[in-house]
């Protein structure tokens, strides 16, 4: 079972920036790709942005330019910056981890909360 860990949620005013983590045990780390999602309340989970095992970088249009998506294969973790939060970016952002093999399901983690709010 890979566990995911997420961090770095809060409070922030309109305009402000956070830095979400989430670190993986997954072995194979380097191999897969990752994403960030998230859920607002009384919606349905997006996909936020996700990175390849090649670092190839996909973001929802919502968040272009706003938000980066990076990983550090040596501490087997990603981060999403968030830039220029709106109030509509208020959500549960989760982690999840593609699984190196067809036989295990990906992995989610518990998520971080995101408010943007004056």
């Known amino acids: 079972q890979v566990q995911l860990v997420e961090s770095g949620g809060g409070l922030v005013q309109p305009g402000g920036s956070l830095r979400l983590s989430c670190k993986s045990s997954?072995?194979?780390?380097?191999?897969?790709?990752m994403d960030w999602y998230r859920q607002a309340p009384g919606k349905q989970r997006e996909l936020v942005a996700s990175?390849?095992?090649?670092?190839?970088?996909n973001y929802a249009d919502s968040v272009k330019g706003r938000f980066a998506i990076s990983r550090d294969n040596d501490k087997k973790t990603i981060y999403l910056q968030l830039n220029s939060l709106k109030p509509e970016d208020t959500a549960v952002y989760l982690c999840?981890?593609?699984?190196?093999?067809?036989?295990?399901?990906?992995?989610w983690g518990q998520g971080t909360q995101v408010t943007v709010s004056s």
């Open positions: 990175i390849t095992s090649a670092g190839t970088t």
């Open positions: 999840r981890s593609d699984s190196p093999f067809s036989w295990r399901p990906g992995s």
């Open positions: 997954e072995n194979f780390f380097s191999s897969v790709t």
